[in-house]
């Protein structure tokens, strides 16, 4: 039977080993934070000291046999639905809080290694998840400016100068279109247009353009 003060060992650890990651998403002001980090690895610490200790005292009993990594595993698959709830699909297409939901799986399995005494392994994840949420970040805005993909939409009504805005889309020099489409009704028309390698002055020159259009209702760009 494990001891109590090893127990607290890799609780503390866990959380300690939670809250390093979790001060990183912390500071970008989203939802699943310091708190929800920390208890997040400390939970599936827990849950794998009960899985590995938690039956200790039926062990030897005739016709009883015990997986010790079942409940462990459970944390696995348990953790997408919290997961799940940092996901946010905007109106224009784009999807926030992937990376805050990966960071909260890898957590969790921080937990499950601390929880089973691999104290270095969990360690060592957690320093490369810090690598790869902070240190790497710079890295990614380079690499995003190289290939800067926006996406368009406009909502005009449906006696606006549908021609002029699709000649302004179309035929503007300079854009890459990967994708054009158009949704409408008897109230108004949606554009949806993903550009490749959009440059900002080309970009100003088509919101200003539109703007001018009679009828055009919203234009929002996303990346």
């Known amino acids: 039977m494990i001891e109590w003060k090893e127990i607290l060992i890799r609780l503390s650890l866990a959380a300690l080993f939670g809250a390093l990651i979790g001060l990183e998403r912390e500071r970008k002001n989203w939802t699943a934070g310091l708190r929800t980090h920390m208890m997040v690895c400390v939970g599936a610490c ?76 969990a360690g060592a994840t957690t320093v490369i998840a810090l690598i790869i949420l902070w240190a790497l970040l710079p890295l990614e805005h380079l690499f995003s400016k190289k290939y800067n993909n926006r996406s368009l939409k406009i909502v005009t009504n449906s006696n606006a100068d549908q021609a002029a805005i699709m000649n302004l889309i179309i035929l503007k020099p300079g854009l890459k279109i990967q994708s054009f489409t158009l949704d409408k009704n008897e109230h ?36």
Not at 74 to 90: E, K, N, R
């Open 46 to 121: 827990l849950i794998m000291i009960v899985s590995a200790f938690g039956f200790a005292d039926i062990l030897g009993t005739p016709n009883v046999t015990l997986d010790p990594s079942r409940i462990a595993a459970q944390v696995v698959s348990g953790i997408g639905f919290i997961g799940a709830g940092t996901i946010l699909f905007s109106k224009q297409g784009t999807v926030h809080g992937l990376t805050t939901a990966a960071g909260l799986w890898t957590v969790a399995a921080i937990g499950l290694a601390t929880g089973s005494g691999m104290y270095f392994s």
């Open 188 to 223: 108004e028309h949606i554009y949806q247009v993903k550009l490749e390698n959009s440059d900002s002055s080309r970009l100003d020159e088509i919101t200003n353009a539109l703007k001018d259009i009679a009828g055009v209702k919203e234009i929002n760009w996303a990346q």
